[in-house]
Every structure is written in C-alpha cells, then in structure tokens.
C-alpha cells in the first residue's frame, strides 16, 4: 500500500488529468479560454482530493462515481475565485495574471458564469442517477452558502461592530462549507448514507475552521520565510480576523483604544503598526487562544471522522490530509 | 372556456403570486434584497408562462408539476439581465436603475451569481424527481447557448466580417434558445417524450428568431409612437443587425462604401445618419428582406407546434401568444 502522502499525490495527479481532459477548443474562445487559464493556474486541489478519498471510503475504488462531483467542486471553487478577484480588483493569482487583469472584466463575469454552469454540469454526469437530488441539494445549499460568506466579508468590512459569532459564521460560510460539501458530495456520489455523509460534512467544515484559523495565526505569528505570505498582511490591511476580535475582547480600555486606533490608520510604512499590534495581541495571549480554538475544532473534526463508516484505511488517509494542512507550524 | 389573452394573463398572474413568494427576508440584505428587487421589475414573463403553458399541453393541469420550471427560467432570465446590464454599462432597465446602479458591481455579481444558483434550485424543486436529470440537461444545454451567444455579440461589435449566419446563430443562442428552453423543459416536467419536447423547443427557437427579427425591423422601420422605443436606435449605435448586412450584401459598390462609412461615425446629432441609413435599406427591400425571412421562420416553428402531441386547445394559445408576440406591426 502507497504511504498517505503519495496516496494524496496519487489522487491528485489523477484528477489534474481528468480536469485537463475538460479543455476544449470550443468557440467563442473569448468565453472558453480564460477558463482553461484560471483552471490551470494549479492550486492544492484539496477540495476534489477529499471528495475523492470520501467516496474511496464507500467503495468507489476506480473513482468512476466520485469524479464527476471532484470536477464540480474545483470548478466551482475555481468560479468563486475569478469572480471574487473582480470584486477585490486582485492583479495577482497563484502568481499569475488574474482573468480581469489578463482580459477584462467583462471577460472575467461571463467565463466565471459559464464555469457555475459547467460545475453543475460536471455534477450531473455521475453515473448513478438516483444520487443526483441529494447531490444537488448539497451542491445548491454550499453554493448558496458560499455567495453569502462573501457578502458577509464585504458588508464586514465597513461595520465596527462585528462579534467573534459573526466571524466565525463568516468563515465558515466562505471557505468551511465547501470542503464540507466536497467530503459530503464525494460520500453520496459513491452511494454512502446521508447520516455517513452529514458526519464527513461536519468534518469538512471543522477542519475549514481549524484551517482558517491557522492562517490568520500563521499571518500575523508565522515565519513569512516559511509561510511565503507577507507578515502582518492582514494587520496592515486592518482586517478584522478572529485574532483582532478576540485582542479587543481580552484588552483593557487602553489597549483596546490603541488596537482600535492603529486599525484605522494605513501609514505609508506599517513596519511599527506591525510590530505595535503584534505585541498587543501577544499581551493577551491570542496565539494560545487561537491554537485552543483551533485545535477545539480539528479534535471535533476527527470525532466526526472516526463516527462516520466506511473504511478505515481511507479515514487514516483522510487524516493525514488534514494534519497536513495545519501542519506549517507547530 | 377563457379566451386566449385572458388564459395568458391569468396564467402571468398566478406565475407572479409564487414568484413573489419565493422573496425572503433573509440575510445578509446586501445580497437578497437586490434579487428580489430585480425580479420585481416586470417584464412579459414570457418564459415563465410558455413553460407553464407547454406543460399544460401534457395534462399538467394544477401547474403543479412545472412551476419550479416556469421559476427557473424567469429567474436565470433575470440573471443574465442582471449581468448583461453590468457588461454594457446599463443604467436602466425597465424604466428603474439597474442593480449596479442602485447598489454597486460587486453587488451586481454576486447576487447575478446566487440568482443562477437558485435558478437551479428552482429546477430541482420538481415534483417528478425521475424528470430531473433530462430537465438539467436541457437547463445546462439552454445556459452554455446563452453565456454563448453574449459572447459572440461582445465579439461582433469589434469584428467588420461577420456573415448573416453568424448573426442568426448569436441572436439564435443570445434570445431564442432560452424561449425554446422554456417550452421543452415545461413539456418534460409534465411527462412529455422528448420527441415532443424537441418539438415545442423548436417551436420556440424559431419564434424567437422571429421575434428577434421583427424587434430589429421595428428598431429601424417601426413607428417609434407605437413601440415606445427611439427610433434608429440600432443605426445611432452602429449595431450591426441583419438588416445591416443584408444591406451590405445587397448594396452596390457605391452603396455599400457609403452605409459602412455611415456605420463608422458616430454623429452627435444622428438625426441625418438615420434617415440616409434608413433610405439605403430600404432601396434594396430590407424591410421585405427582414419580414420574408421572420414569416419563414415563424411557418416552421407553426409546423413544430403541430407535429408535437399535446392538448389542441393549448397549441391554440400558445399560438396566439407567438402570433401576440409579433403583432407590433403588421
């Protein structure tokens, strides 16, 4: 039997051919080329690997059921990304010119709306038609969820008033859900119970959570030289993150009006608005409050995992794949 | 038994009590309020009532069975008019601000996008569960056609070669594949063959081709008192319609140079633009053009509605719909 992480490799490989195996040389090419483009751009593909390995753990061994559901949620993930950098007027993609900036807006609405389109079309291409309304019924409620995590996000940047319930609302909507679906979608696809795929859900969504906490952490606590992300970004873009919640929860008046002053500032240099709102959340403890939450989270996750059937080999792989992703710092 | 426009408005009617019953209070506002608003804007809801009709056709006499169908289609319409409105700059629609007017572009995107979710969600709402995956590929089949044809429209306006039957193939998959769309899904819903199906689909592609046509004959050759639309709006906005490059096919030398300069310049006062363009088309019989080619397509889709099987009495309204829908001038 491969090791975990040449299982993980193994899947991915396999999927990034079957999606390659999607572009066409369809006309208008001013539709179908800028979605070839984003969907090439590379990422983790974690969402369609995890929905592949739940299906594995209902005996979908060849992947022939699952894969339809695996193109689904990377297309339509990939759909929430284009649109999303229109909306954030974000020039740069995994490295690479965003669709807006590479064409045009216009170019980059109507390509990310064909690519909804084609994610229910990937979706209605399982081989077992009976699963297809409790497919969709999933499909369309993370779907749904998503559009209302970004809403949440926009309307949050503009209100002072956001709770530590609402942020976490918000990430979960945003990015959780959709890992949740994918494990959900990849279980029915392969003909598991709802109540098997409602457990691999809540582990998907738990694992999202404990994930996002880790990179708000990673953001303002990690080491930029291993993380490859810029440090104090969201400091620096006075994003609102759990860890800003929760220093002003914790912050006597002083410190509260110092975190709030300095997040309504944007200096042309931010290297001590860094360093100042860094010290003020570790005055109070917020990597350990954050690690505790998180690690709240992931314990919940794997309660779920372990509840759900299925094999238990897969579940080890499962496993892996979600340490891994929280794995960058100790 | 009603007359016909009684049973059309009737059925427009019952069509907007559940279609208003579909709006929510929920949250986040910022994303739902501006769906409901645009769906409240009015229209024909042609679509919707051809579904329900078409339904009919088959014994779905309650509407039971192909309302999700009729909300579907008017809600994925108002999608792409959503969107469309945002790509051309629009800032009316229906005599009211657009979305991205009343509210901003990001808006606009995002609540088009969860307008395009729930326009499957609509779909997957019908009764018959065993109709879903023939009703999905149709819907994917309609939604590609339209994402298309507004492709190839952005791209005409930029190309000085387009032929005749490319125009007819972008106004076929901007405007008359969703028309068909409509009356194949709403047969299907209710137990339709598809042989039948196929049948009203074609139906209504060719009405709406029809019905393209006579809109841009109107545009140039109509009684703007009677429309209600400017007249030569197409010319002022050198929109090269079928009556254009039949022009240009028919032209002379000498013709054809002058209508091309003509449709090069943009006069700030296009009152004199309008009345040569106007003259040249019609020195060559496009208005008889235009209205040979609508009466053909029309006779073709009669000859559909006939060879589908299906209640008598409905053909009879749907044909008068179609016949309503062309009626502007004689």
Known sequence: MLNQPDQIAQLRERFIIELRATFTNREPRGLYAPIDYVLDLGGKRIRPVVALLAARMFGDDDLSKS?????????????????????????????????????????????????????????????????LPALLFTFNRVAIGVCEGQQYDVDFEVRDDVTIDEYLKMIELKTAVLLGGALEMGALSAGASQDDADHLYAFGRL??????????????????????????????????????????????????????????????????????????????????????????????????????????????VLRALAEGLLQRIS
């Open 207 to 316: 694992t999202g959570l404990a994930f996002q906490l880790q990179d708000d952490l990673l953001d303002t606590f990690g080491d930029s030289a291993s993380t490859g992300k810029l440090q104090g970004n969201d400091i620096i873009r006075n994003k609102k993150t759990f860890l800003f919640l929760k220093a002003i929860e914790l912050l006597g008046p002083e410190g509260r009006e110092e975190l709030n002053r300095l997040f309504s500032d944007s200096p042309a240099d931010p290297t001590d608005k860094v360093v100042r709102v860094t010290e003020l959340m570790a005055s109070v403890g917020i990597p350990q409050e954050v690690a505790r939450l998180r690690d709240a989270f992931q314990a919940e996750a794997y309660a779920h995992l372990e509840a759900a059937g299925g094999s238990a080999e897969v579940k080890v």
């Open 67 to 131: 894969m339809p559901v695996a193109l689904a949620v990377e297309v339509f993930h990939n759909f929430t990304l284009l649109h999303d950098d229109i909306m954030d007027d974000s020039p740069i993609r995994r490295g690479q010119a965003t669709v807006h900036e590479k064409w045009d807006v216009n170019t980059g609405i109507l390509s990310g709306d064909l690519m909804l389109i084609q994610a229910y079309q990937h979706l209605c291409e399982v081989p077992n038609k009976s699963t």
